[in-house]
C-alpha cells in the first residue's frame, strides 16, 4: 500500500473515531429549556406523564408528612418565609431533601416547580421543627375547590403521622391552631403559550389606534372560588378574528408581577386575591385596541397553569378525543353600552389536561362588544359590575 493511501486510511479511521465519541454524546433535543431560562440544569427536573400529576403529588405529600421536622427546620431558616403572612415557596429555595424533585418536566413539555403554599383559611406558622402540622395535596389544583370539599391531608404530631379530613368550615372552626400547607406547583413555562398566535391582543400593536384603547384601572373579584389557596386572576380576550371565540393564552396575569399588555407595555398587574379588595391598576394595562369590530374580555380564576385556560370536560359527559376543546357554557354579559344579558352561552377554547381541576369559567362572566362606538371620556372611570366581578375600564391613547 502507498503511503499516500495509507495517510488517507490512517486520517479516516481518525475522524470516523471523533464523530463516533460526538455521536454518543450529542443531545440533540434539550427537554428542558424551561428549566435552563430560569437558572437550573436538567438534573434539577424528573419526567412525568400529565396523567401521573395528580399520583405523583399525593406521594410527595407523603413524604413531606413523614419528614416535617426536616421540612419545618428549612421553613424556619427561610427569611422571605417569615416575612411574608400569606406565602409560595419552591422546593429549590427551601433547600429540602435532595431525593425530593424540585421541578417535574411533563410529556408535553411543561415545567412544573414543586412548591409548598401556606393555605388562605391558615393564619398560624409553626413555632419550632417539633409543631403539629398539616399537610395535603393542593386541592386547587386536584380536586374540587367548593367550600363544603373535604380536604384529605396528612396530620404531624408527636412524631407520628396520621391522615385527617375536614372542611373548609371545620378546618376554620376547629383546627384553625394547626398550621396547613399545600404541596402543589408552579408552572414555569407554557408550550401553549408560547405557540399561541394571539396572546392576549398584542398582534394588535400593529394597528393604528384612532378610537383609543381599553384599559383596565381597578378589578374587584367579588367572590372567591378559591377557598382554600390565592389563586390568581386572569384576563382572557375574545379577538376580533374568532366570532366571539375566546383565547385560550393569556398574558394578563393578575399575579403582581410584570407581563406585556396589548400595547406591548411591559406593566405592573396587581397580585388579586381577596374579595374585601378593590385593586388598583396603577400601569393601566391594556386588554385591547379599539377596532370596527366587536372585542371582549373575561376573568377566570386560575387553578391550573398560568396564563392557559383547562377545563375538566370529563365532568361534563365524557372526554372527546380532540385539541383544542370547543366548551359551550352559560356564562353572564356585560354589554359595552351598560346592559347585561344572563346565562347566554358563549364559546371557550380550553386545553384538557386529566386528573387537573379546572379553572373557574363558569361562575364568571363577560365583558363584550367594545369597538370604535365605545366613546367615555378619556380618562375617567366607566364602571362595569356582574355578580361576581366588576371591573373600573378607561378609553386610553397610548
Not at 20 to 27: A, D, E, F, I
Request: glycine letters at 6%.
Amino acid at each position: 500500500m502507498s503511503s499516500t493511501k495509507l495517510k488517507g486510511l490512517r486520517s479516516l479511521l481518525f475522524w470516523s473515531f471523533i464523530i463516533s465519541l460526538t455521536g454518543c454524546t450529542r443531545n440533540p433535543q434539550e427537554p428542558n429549556q424551561g428549566l435552563k431560562a430560569h437558572g437550573f440544569g436538567i438534573e434539577s427536573s424528573r419526567r412525568l406523564a400529565r396523567q401521573n400529576i395528580k399520583s405523583e403529588f399525593v406521594e410527595l405529600t407523603n413524604i413531606v408528612a413523614e419528614r416535617a421536622p426536616r421540612v419545618i427546620a428549612k421553613m424556619l431558616a427561610n427569611d422571605r418565609i417569615l416575612a411574608n403572612t400569606k406565602f409560595e415557596v419552591g422546593f429549590a429555595e427551601l433547600r429540602l431533601d435532595a431525593d425530593l424533585p424540585r421541578f417535574f418536566t411533563t410529556d408535553d413539555n411543561r415545567v412544573l416547580e414543586v412548591t409548598l403554599e401556606q393555605a388562605q383559611p391558615c393564619n398560624v406558622k409553626p413555632l419550632t421543627p417539633s409543631s403539629p402540622i398539616i399537610f395535603a395535596a393542593d386541592p386547587d389544583r386536584f380536586e374540587s375547590d367548593e367550600e363544603d370539599y373535604v380536604c384529605k391531608g396528612l396530620l404531624v404530631e408527636n412524631g407520628v403521622v396520621k391522615p385527617i379530613s375536614f372542611t373548609l368550615a371545620e378546618y376554620v372552626n376547629k383546627l384553625s391552631h394547626i398550621p396547613l400547607y399545600f404541596v402543589g406547583y408552579q408552572e414555569l413555562n407554557s408550550t401553549a403559550k408560547v405557540e399561541s398566535t394571539s396572546k392576549g391582543s398584542l398582534s394588535q400593536n400593529l394597528v393604528a389606534a384612532p378610537g383609543g384603547s381599553v384599559a383596565c384601572h381597578k378589578i374587584h373579584m367579588k367572590k372567591d372560588h378559591d377557598p382554600w389557596n390565592n389563586e390568581e386572576c386572569e384576563v382572557y380576550i375574545h379577538p376580533p378574528t374568532t366570532g366571539g371565540i375566546y383565547n385560550n393564552t393569556t398574558d394578563f396575569v393578575f399575579d403582581g408581577e410584570r407581563h406585556p399588555d396589548a400595547r406591548n407595555r411591559n406593566v405592573i398587574f396587581p397580585d388579586v386575591n381577596n374579595t374585601s379588595t378593590i385593586y388598583i391598576c396603577a400601569d393601566l394595562p391594556v386588554f385591547f385596541t379599539l377596532l370596527g369590530a366587536n372585542q371582549g374580555f373575561v376573568a377566570i380564576e386560575d387553578d391550573e397553569g398560568e396564563g392557559r385556560h383547562n377545563r375538566d370536560v370529563c365532568q361534563y359527559g365524557g372526554c372527546t378525543p380532540y385539541n383544542p376543546y370547543f366548551f359551550d357554557a352559560a356564562v353572564d354579559v356585560r354589554k359595552a353600552d351598560g346592559n347585561a344579558i344572563w346565562g347566554t352561552s358563549r364559546r371557550f377554547i380550553y386545553d384538557y389536561i386529566p386528573g387537573i381541576n379546572s379553572d373557574d369559567i363558569l361562575q364568571s362572566g363577560c365583558y363584550e362588544q367594545f369597538n370604535l362606538n365605545w366613546q367615555p371620556e378619556p380618562g375617567v372611570d366607566v364602571q362595569f359590575a356582574l355578580n361576581h366581578n366588576e371591573f373600573w375600564l378607561q378609553r386610553v391613547f397610548f
